[in-house]
């Protein structure tokens, strides 16, 4: 049964369009009610090259902000030119942050009168800007904007060109654009992925009760996977004679989770813990009444058993079980496994490209955050130095 669920705002609203509890299809609409044609369009575009319902609802999400602004500008869409992105830029900067610190997990806090409380982050207003510069792009292609070019100031960039696809033009080879830089940007500090501790992971995977939540985490913690490619993996995808998974590229997941990943890789686990909690679980733990294909279920009485696991509700087992240790932290997510298990890799003398098709990035630049020097190892080298110099 298809179903409609809002969010609310003063003037523009996001409207999910649900069937079957998944996001099947996302309208922006005014405050009559009205569906915004150009951006619902622009939308529907990106179900139909295959966005998963989490993106779809982010660009959702950020051109609310475009129109919000236009509305109160009184200017429509098609009037909006370069000069307007700088205006545009600076409404976002003082636009106060709807979330809570700990769903953002970056915030501004100001002081001001006039703007008390949390701003937008300055990466949340780069991708905020990305997303309009998105729909411009798809408005050009669409020949339904008519100005000569974004307005989204751009220029030319030749070192793009040697990025893989997913940092090319939003619209690809299609739009016949050439690789650009954005020149209406805020400037973010670059912030490293901070492994966690040795105490804190001993503290948490020591304290899982439960067999699924053990072998999930240690997916991510030992198998640097991905919070959405463990909850996606099917029981075809172990190979425990081979000590490996396969991830694998779906969209079958019920509720609409899938692995950010484009390619199929293999993850080879040879730490004997990981696999033997994967096996336990699903030997003892897991429905034994349950014909999902997928490997972590709801279990229980409840009226969601055997259903396949979401992210919300692994998040939520995450975060309760850091409130009840007391070690709950911003930086402290399921996703920081991942960054813990990259970080030993590449300290452990993992080659980069290695490393780069073992955690499935597309972009090498993506893969060389993990190869900067750690807080450690600089003070370790100072330590020598000074013994050097005794």
């Known amino acids: 049964m298809l179903g409609v669920w809002g969010v609310h705002d003063a003037a523009v609203r996001v409207i999910k369009h649900r069937d079957g509890g998944i996001v099947r299809r996302v309208e922006l609409v005014d405050e009559p009610g009205e569906p915004i044609g150009s951006a619902c369009r622009f939308l529907n575009h990106l179900v139909d090259r295959g966005f998963s319902p ?8 950020d051109l609310k902000y475009l129109f ?52 937008l982050a300055p990466s949340t207003v780069n991708r905020i800007l990305a997303a309009v ?20 100031q751009m220029r030319s960039d030749p070192a793009l060109a040697r990025v893989p696809d997913r940092r090319q033009p939003f619209m690809g080879r299609a739009s016949r654009q050439k690789p650009v830089r954005r020149t209406v940007t805020v400037k973010q500090p670059r912030r490293l992925p901070r492994p966690m501790d040795d105490s804190v992971l001993e503290d948490f995977i020591g304290s899982l009760k439960r067999l699924r939540d053990l072998a999930m985490f240690l997916l991510m913690l030992d198998g640097g996977l991905r919070p959405g490619e463990v909850l996606s993996l099917h029981l075809a995808d172990v190979s425990y ?57 709801i279990g229980g009485n409840g009226a969601r058993r055997l259903e396949p696991l979401g992210y919300d509700a692994l998040v939520r087992l995450f975060s309760r079980r850091m409130d009840k240790l007391g070690l709950r932290a911003p930086e402290r997510t399921p996703h920081a496994l ?9 300290e452990g003398g993992m080659r980069e490209l290695s490393l780069q098709k073992r955690l499935g990035h597309a972009s090498p630049e993506s893969t060389k955050v993990y190869t900067r ?18």
């Open 241 to 297: 004679g081979r000590r490996r998974v396969t991830v694998r590229k779906r969209d079958d997941h019920p509720h609409g989770v899938r692995g950010k990943s484009r390619t199929e890789r293999i993850v080879d686990l040879h730490e004997p813990r990981t696999l033997d909690a994967v096996s336990r679980y699903v030997m003892h733990e897991r429905p034994l009444d349950a014909d999902s294909p997928f490997v972590f279920l």
């Open 373 to 390: 020097v750690s807080d450690e190892a600089v003070l370790a080298d100072y330590t020598q130095a000074l013994e050097n110099n005794r």
């Open 54 to 61: 989490h993106t779809l609802c982010a660009y959702a999400y």
């Open 338 to 346: 991942r960054h813990t298990h990259a970080t030993a890799m590449w």
């Open 133 to 152: 510069a998105s729909f411009y792009d798809w408005a050009i292609v669409a020949e339904e904007y008519d100005g000569d070019a974004s307005p989204m």
């Open 68 to 119: 919000t602004f236009l509305r109160e500008e009184g200017m429509d869409w098609q009037e909006f030119r370069a000069p307007d992105a700088l205006r545009l830029l600076a409404f976002l900067r003082r636009t106060p942050s709807r979330r809570s610190a700990q769903r953002l997990g970056l915030t501004v806090v100001v002081g001001g009168a006039d703007t008390p409380g949390k701003l």
